[in-house]
């Protein structure tokens, strides 16, 4: 058995671990998904070590749209909202219907766009811990050897989510290739 923090706390309790994690989220039933599928590209986060670099969102931005996709770029302050715009910007010539930048929203809000996407492409970040919660398709981006500390445990369809390595950066292709392999698990 592999000891996560879950099988750790149940072992203290006397509780044995049963059934994949639960996480008590629930996205709101009011709203309904497009037509379109959407992506959502969790480019934020706390610090800037854990970012990627915005050349790669926009080419990965490229394969995805060409894909048939469409991109939301959620954004919680200043700085996020500045690199959401740059995305978008690299991504102009690309049919720009396909790109959105989601407004400021509250946390429910937020979890209410995550849930009405098909996937998440992110960095180590709340959101994209959320994505997890939720269970969409994902694929997560880390500059560090963290990523094995963040699988979850007894996932039902794996290899979602995919945690993704790189030094400096996990590469576009890598990310690319990652979230093709998820989206053929996940179907």
């Known amino acids: 058995m592999r000891w996560t923090a879950r099988v750790l706390v149940g072992a203290v309790l006397g509780k044995p671990v049963e ?7 629930h996205a709101s039933k009011r709203v ?28 990965l931005g490229k394969r995805v749209i060409e894909a048939g996709w469409r991109i939301g770029l959620p ?13 978008a910007a690299g991504l102009q010539f690309e049919k720009a219907f396909h790109v959105e930048v989601w407004p400021t929203l509250s946390l429910d809000a937020v979890l209410d ?30 500059n560090f050897p963290t990523a094995l500390a963040h699988r979850a445990a007894g996932r039902p ?4 989510p995919v945690a993704l390595e790189g030094r400096p950066t996990p590469t ?8 093709s392999d998820v989206l053929v698990a996940a179907s």
């Open 19 to 25: 059934g994949p994690p639960r996480y008590g989220l």
């Open 32 to 59: 309904f998904r497009s037509a379109t599928p959407t992506v959502a590209f969790v480019h934020g986060t706390s610090r800037d070590d854990k970012l990627w670099p915005v050349q790669h969102w926009v080419q």
């Open 75 to 87: 954004q919680g302050n200043e700085m996020e909202q500045t690199r959401a715009e740059l995305i």
């Open 113 to 142: 766009r995550l849930a009405l996407t098909q996937g998440v492409i992110g960095v180590d970040s709340g959101l994209s811990h959320i994505a997890v919660a939720l269970d969409l398709p994902h694929v997560q981006l880390y």
């Open 157 to 160: 369809r794996p290899p979602s």
């Open 172 to 179: 576009v292709q890598a990310a690319w290739l990652a979230w």
